[in-house]
């Protein structure tokens, strides 16, 4: 009987979680952090490549 009970409200999250999935990022604020996770992982990328770059034009230059 328990399982029945935890199986029954493990469905109700479920549906509660993908019905009101908008509302609960807007009330969490999670949006704004994940475009600030993404902007830094973008500047990391930008300059590992100019940190790349750079090393190639020493080696360049050092021959």
Do not use: F, H
């Amino acid at each position: 009987m328990l399982k029945y009970i935890m199986l029954a409200l493990v469905g109700i999250g479920i549906y509660i979680g993908v019905t009101y999935k908008d509302q609960i990022e807007d009330a969490v604020n999670s949006r704004p952090m994940e475009e600030v996770q993404d902007m830094i992982e973008s500047a990391s990328d930008q300059v590992s490549d100019k940190a790349s770059e750079l090393t190639e034009q020493l080696e360049e230059l050092s021959k």
